[in-house]
């Protein structure tokens, strides 16, 4: 059964800085890509970044480009997301996603993820 639980999520001023981990279990992700999104109130739920857990290649969307990094440890078989320079509007609940490579899919959808965390939240103060 797989199993995906975030952590790191909490309460930090604008302009500091957060690490979340997504700690992955229950199978073999070298075939899978690993996504973050968030949620804030009232709002759709949003992409954010991607990783291939194979290459490490990375994508993110332009809103934490420069800002936001995505890396994987495959020997503790966790993602993490570094989250620098925070804002108020990155408030929001951050959702780690795994899903399995496959062709044409651009990974920026929720539609092309096949398992989900239960989010942590993160809440950026001004």
């Known amino acids: 059964q797989v199993q995906l639980v975030e952590s790191g999520g909490g309460l930090v001023q604008a302009g500091g800085s957060l690490r979340l981990s997504c700690a992955a279990s229950?199978?073999?992700?070298?075939?899978?890509?690993m996504g973050w999104f968030r949620q804030a109130p009232g709002k759709e739920r949003e992409f954010v970044a991607v990783i291939t857990w194979s290459a490490g290649s990375t994508y993110y969307a332009d809103s934490v480009k420069g800002r936001f990094t995505i890396s994987r440890d495959s020997a503790k078989n966790t993602v993490y997301l570094q989250m620098n320079g925070l804002k108020p509007e990155d408030t929001a609940v951050y959702y780690c996603s795994a899903g399995r490579n496959r062709y044409g899919r651009t990974y920026t959808y929720s539609e092309d993820y096949d398992y989900w965390g239960q989010g942590t939240q993160v809440t950026v103060s001004s």
């Open positions: 229950g199978r073999t992700f070298s075939s899978y890509r």
